[in-house]
């Protein structure tokens, strides 16, 4: 396990030659920095010794005060589709890069958000409040605990700095890890700039770097193209699946890599309600919780169009082999969304009929607005109090008997079943609630003890944690009121 000073940072994305690809930009340091929170999952994917985060100067290192020889800190440009509207030019307003890591044959980008203002930042102040970074931490954790891919988080800074929202909050730092920060949008702004060779270079650097089987198929960015539908078709699928809502599926939040990448105002469901809006800003509901897969589509659709130069000389030949790449998306997400539900059913292959067992059932749980997570946990452990979710129970009782039917085609025992269903049905997801709590707690106390709580139970949901029983529970009432907005 290595040393700060041992982390063999080398800044690929420093070395593109189109100099609109990034701002060389320096971090700006918080008042008074200290560590939160340390992840040592995290710090293990780069070979991070953990002892690290008890030196003195940890903070000043990794906030960038003090920065390696070795970090090449820059901001990235990129545009997006915002709510359906193309904004020309947004970049990492608050985000910055400070270098990649090679460990154990996996890239890493550190991007340090919150770090200060960028010539991205188009006015604002390039913080990011304490809340909103608590909420990054977490859910990036509890996103990888699920087995969904996503940014991971490597460690928190708080601050005494002063930081103006809707009120005054405390600024805070989060570094973040993926392999690449490259969004949809970083594409879309060189197409839309008509910068055409840039955009190649965009797509040389993530093919070599990171998809080089592609680099000999006949059409790699096609194949580019391809991989990516097929990532966010998964992605998507797997946050249906257990009921995570993203907030703001824009372009510019939308990896390349498709994985769940800048968190603002998520949710998770608590009661089965599929026109959940979890951002109160999304007034058209555009991006509730049963409008994610459309929206995957219409995000590709922006990243094929961009793409469209490279693929080929030809624009109507282009357009013809996107289309037919895109026409796959909305197939491949069913194949993939139907296959988890049968996961959590505790079935093998999708059969015919499976499909109404499973609409069926999600319809019973919308009409009876049960707890979503609570009810697979149930099933899993076969509880024989699962009826008395529903009114009348008997329309349960006839699901459940078409259900019991179903099983018998399977060929597997119940223990076997009841074991795969409780790797598959978390127990403990991380609802808007605890999140409110652990946020008051650190805002008001300084009291990050639940930080570190969720963080060992979000990480590992599928397990029992005794202790930590009461995170696993409904709802409170007050739960129902948390509004949440893109303010972060
Ligand atoms: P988001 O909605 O958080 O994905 O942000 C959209 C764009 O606004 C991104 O380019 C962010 O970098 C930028 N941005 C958001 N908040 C701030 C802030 N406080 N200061 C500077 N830029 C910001
Ligand atoms: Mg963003």
Not at 5 to 23: A, M, P
Request: hydrophobic share 35%; glycine share 6%; net charge negative.
């Amino acid at each position: 396990m290595k040393t700060l000073e041992e982390l063999c940072f080398n800044n690929t994305f420093s070395q593109l030659t189109d100099h609109e690809f990034y701002s060389k930009v320096d971090t700006t340091p918080l008042n008074n920095q200290h560590l939160i929170s340390f992840n040592a999952n995290a710090a293990a994917l780069i070979g991070l010794d953990i002892h690290e985060q008890s030196r003195d100067d940890f903070c000043d290192i990794i906030s960038g005060k003090t920065p390696l020889h070795n970090f090449f800190t820059l901001a990235m440009c990129y545009a997006g589709h915002q709510f359906g509207q193309f904004v020309p030019r947004l970049g990492d307003g608050r985000a910055i890069l400070l270098g990649q890591l090679e460990h154990d044959n996996k890239k890493w980008d550190l991007q340090l958000k919150g770090a200060g203002p960028t010539p991205y930042s188009r006015g604002s102040d390039g913080r990011a409040v304490l809340r909103s970074t608590i909420r990054e931490y977490l859910c990036s954790e509890a996103m990888h605990g699920l087995g969904i891919a996503s940014s991971r988080a490597l460690c928190m800074l708080g601050s005494d700095e002063e930081v103006y929202r809707e009120q005054i909050e405390s600024g805070a730092m989060l570094v973040r890890m993926a392999p690449s920060h490259i969004r949809f949008g970083t594409f879309e702004y060189f197409y839309y700039t008509n910068q055409h060779r840039a955009l190649q270079e965009l797509a040389d650097y993530l093919i070599t770097e990171h998809y080089p089987a592609l680099c000999d198929i006949e059409n790699p960015y096609l194949a580019l193209l391809s991989q990516c539908i097929d990532n966010t078709a998964l992605l998507i699928a797997q946050w249906q699946a257990v009921g995570f809502s993203h907030g703001v599926m824009n372009t510019d939040n939308m990896s390349i890599h498709g994985l769940t990448l800048d968190y603002g105002p998520f949710g998770f469901l608590d009661a089965f309600k599929p026109d959940y809006i979890c951002n109160h800003s999304d007034y058209q509901g555009r991006y509730a919780f049963k409008n994610q897969p459309e929206m995957g589509l219409f995000n590709l659709s922006c990243l094929a169009q961009a793409l469209l130069p490279l693929i080929c000389n030809d624009s109507d030949k282009a357009a013809e082999l996107a289309r037919a790449e895109l026409a796959k998306y909305q197939s491949l997400h069913l194949e993939y969304y139907h296959q988890l539900i049968n996961s959590k059913l505790g079935l093998g292959k999708v059969l015919a009929d499976d499909i109404v067992l499973q609409k069926e059932l999600l319809n019973l749980l919308q009409q009876n607005q049960t707890d979503y997570t609570i009810f697979f946990r149930a099933l899993s452990n076969n509880d024989d109090k699962l009826a008395d979710m529903f009114i009348p129970r008997e329309n349960f009782d006839r699901w459940f008997a078409s259900y019991q039917q179903r099983l018998r085609l399977e060929n597997t025992t119940a223990a076997d079943r009841k074991s795969c269903m409780l790797k598959t049905n978390p127990k403990y997801i991380l609802r808007n609630y605890l999140l409110e709590t652990a946020i008051e707690r650190a805002n008001n106390e300084k009291n990050y003890a639940d930080i570190e709580n969720l963080l060992q139970v979000m990480s590992s949901p599928f397990d029992e944690h005794p202790e930590f029983e009461h995170f696993a529970g409904l709802p409170p009432e007050w739960a129902s009121q948390i509004q949440l907005s893109c303010s972060s």
